[in-house]
Structures are given as structure tokens and as C-alpha cells.
């Protein structure tokens, strides 16, 4: 089991920014793969951005240019650095831990991001 425990939601206007962290509490420090979701009001959960064990990541079109992903694999912890922010990017942002050799993934329990006009 994988718990993750997330912060940094909260409420800002259009253009600020917000920096999102999840920790993951798993020994599982290699082959596996953290990052972010968003789920909007009346709409599909969807990919922000993606990093994994070995550094390679993975963004939303919607994300590139403003948002930055990074990890810190001793600690276990992913971090999203969302810039120049807008209403439209408003959600609950759920961070994910997927082992690969399994592909079991675990879900946090989600952080409100809310951006004003």
C-alpha cells in the first residue's frame, strides 16, 4: 500500500502561481511512475503532467509552457510548479503513484486548485 499525501491547492488569481507537492510513503524508489491529474466540475479526470523514476516526463498540451514537473527520488516526492495560471486551469488535482512493474496505481486524495478571473 502507497499513501499519498498531497498539498499546496488553494486559491489564486489568473495569472499567479501555485506549486503542488505529493509524497509518496513507499520503498519503492525505482521503475515507477508520479505526477498529476486534474478533474474539472462535470468533466473527465485528465493527464497534467507525468515524471518518472528515471527523469523522463510527460505533459498535457494544456500544461506545456506553464507548468513544471519535477521529482525528488530520495524523498519520493513530485512537485508541479504551475505558472501564469487561468480560470480554465480551476480543478481538483489528484497526484498518482503507479509502480511499472506492476502497474498498480495508487491515488492521492486530490488538492483544490481554484483561479480567479
Known amino acids: 500500500q502507497v499513501r499519498l499525501v498531497e498539498s499546496g491547492g488553494g486559491l489564486v488569481q489568473a495569472g499567479g502561481s501555485l506549486r503542488l507537492s505529493c509524497a509518496a510513503s513507499t520503498t519503492i524508489f525505482n521503475n515507477n511512475i508520479m505526477g498529476w491529474y486534474r478533474q474539472a466540475p462535470g468533466k473527465p479526470r485528465e493527464l497534467v503532467a507525468v515524471c518518472t523514476s528515471g527523469g523522463s516526463t510527460n505533459y498535457a498540451d494544456s500544461a506545456k509552457g506553464r507548468f513544471t514537473i519535477s521529482r525528488d527520488r530520495v524523498k519520493n516526492t513530485v512537485y508541479l510548479q504551475m505558472n501564469s495560471l487561468a480560470p480554465e486551469d480551476t480543478a481538483v488535482y489528484y497526484c498518482?503513484?503507479?509502480?511499472?512493474?506492476?502497474?498498480?496505481?495508487?491515488w492521492g486524495q486530490g488538492t483544490q486548485v481554484t483561479v480567479s478571473s
Open positions: 498518482k503513484f503507479q509502480a511499472m512493474s506492476s502497474g498498480i496505481t495508487y
